[in-house]
């Protein structure tokens, strides 16, 4: 019966570290050829101190498209490791085209304007569109 939980519990350790994290977060924006890419971007104590920040400006004009991170078996690997005080994690950035519009500035209140009445119209605007609308203060 001891072999049996041991195997158990190689088994369940094999598959928990075997597993990789992945998050992507696409703002809508047509995709270019330019991605930043950051395989060992470290945080520590499970991810609760994050890396640095990608710096992007520089490299995508246009703003970004699409940002992906993970955690790739050598990055879990190294957590395993080091017990979770060291947890890094893979960064790609893609970069947005200069195609499309960006109606982001779209709707700007001016000095006396009512918040209650653009709020309204960027429902209405967001409803007609089928997709978000920025409205700035």
Known sequence: MGGLSKAAMISAIAVSISGCYHATVETGRPASADKI?????????????PPATVQTASRCP??????????SFLNGLVSALTFGIITPMQIDVTCASGAGSDDRDGLQLSAGSDPAAALANAAGLSAERQQPVFVRF
């Open 37 to 49: 890419s950051q395989p060992w971007a470290m945080s520590f104590v499970y991810g609760l101190i």
């Open 62 to 71: 246009n703003g970004v498209a699409k940002v992906e991170t993970q955690q």
